[in-house]
């Protein structure tokens, strides 16, 4: 457990995190313009921070072409705000994975919109498994049936997924949050960033959007070094174990799980998510 930090019910990954980063947090200044996108980890980070930017700077490419993809749309809890927080231009997008109960207080004094992206846990579960034998700071997770028991116990970081999305479905925010599917993202893009752009107040034409949509393909991303984590040190993420950018498609749960690992999966989270008014919109069978 050494390798992550307990703070308050979560664990994080000290390589990235420290208590100065989550200090640093709840002492950000948020301006009205900010927009940060909220997921739970692996449900499109990454795309997000490919997609944000390029929503906020009317699809000017230069950043995405000289800005490795943590800068341009860097995480609020993370080491790295600090060195690049200065750098950001207004409207700044940033990222979290942080449960709405621990945003900070200027978060809420500000007017800053929030895309919250959630995707089928079942799929999210497979890439975190795949994740966690790829990156060096996060543990080893073990069989995937041991890793299936710890995701649904909540020990993994930033806690268990249905804690997430209850929290972020449960805020006062109003007309400042949109949410959107990971699964919606990758059946329609250009759709979605339609919907996005909408919501962010962005005149953008369908030219623009289509140009983003195609700089922000699963294909396009793969292979630009500002986006597909090839920067970051083989010590620390060995792509060879498994890439970043792994497989990018909905339902790949469907090569993993038994019957029995899915019927076990897919009881848990209908229990925990039993008192809530909200339905997910995938079947989880
Ligand atoms: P898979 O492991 O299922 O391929 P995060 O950035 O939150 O850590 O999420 C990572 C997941 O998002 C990975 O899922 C990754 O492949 C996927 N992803 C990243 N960019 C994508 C894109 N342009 N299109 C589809 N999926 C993408």
Redesign the pocket.
């Known amino acids: 457990e050494e390798m992550y930090l307990h703070y308050h019910g979560l664990l994080l990954p000290k390589e990235t995190h420290s208590l100065e980063s989550l200090k640093f947090v709840q002492e950000f200044t948020f301006e009205d313009e900010d927009v940060v996108t909220v ?1 739970y ?7 997000m ?2 997609i944000l930017p390029l929503l906020l700077n009317d699809g000017d490419l230069t950043p995405i072409q000289t800005i490795p993809n943590w800068d341009r749309a860097p995480w609020l809890e993370e080491k790295r705000l600090a060195v690049v927080v200065d750098q950001l231009k207004s409207p700044r997008a940033l990222v979290t994975h942080f449960p709405y109960r621990l945003m900070p207080h200027s978060f809420h004094a500000s007017k800053a919109k929030v895309i919250y992206v959630m995707r089928n846990p079942m ?1 999210v579960m ?2 975190s498994y ?2 966690h034998q790829m990156a060096a700071f996060l543990q080893d997770p073990g069989t995937f049936e041991e890793f299936m028991d710890k995701f649904l116990e909540g020990r993994v970081l930033f806690g268990k997924w249905t804690d997430h999305v209850k929290g972020w479905r449960h805020t006062d925010l109003g007309d400042r949050i949109m949410y959107i599917t ?1 699964e919606e ?2 059946q329609d893009l250009p759709a979605a960033l339609r919907r996005m752009s909408d919501f962010l107040g962005r005149k953008l034409s369908d030219e623009v959007i289509q140009k983003i949509a195609e700089h ?3 294909k396009t ?1 793969k292979t630009n070094n500002m986006s597909n984590f090839s920067l970051v040190p083989k010590i620390y993420m060995d792509s060879d174990k498994s890439p ?6 909905a339902g ?1 749960w469907k090569n993993h799980f038994s019957s029995e690992q899915q019927a076990k999966f897919t009881s848990v989270i209908r229990k925990d998510l039993e008192k809530e008014s909200f339905s997910l919109p995938w079947s989880l069978d």
Request: hydrophobic letters at 40%; charged letters at 20%.
């Open positions: 997921t980890p692996k449900s499109g980070t990454a795309w921070q490919e799929d497979v890439s795949y994740f990971y993202m990758v922000c393909s699963f991303m970043f950018l792994r497989k990018g498609v790949d």
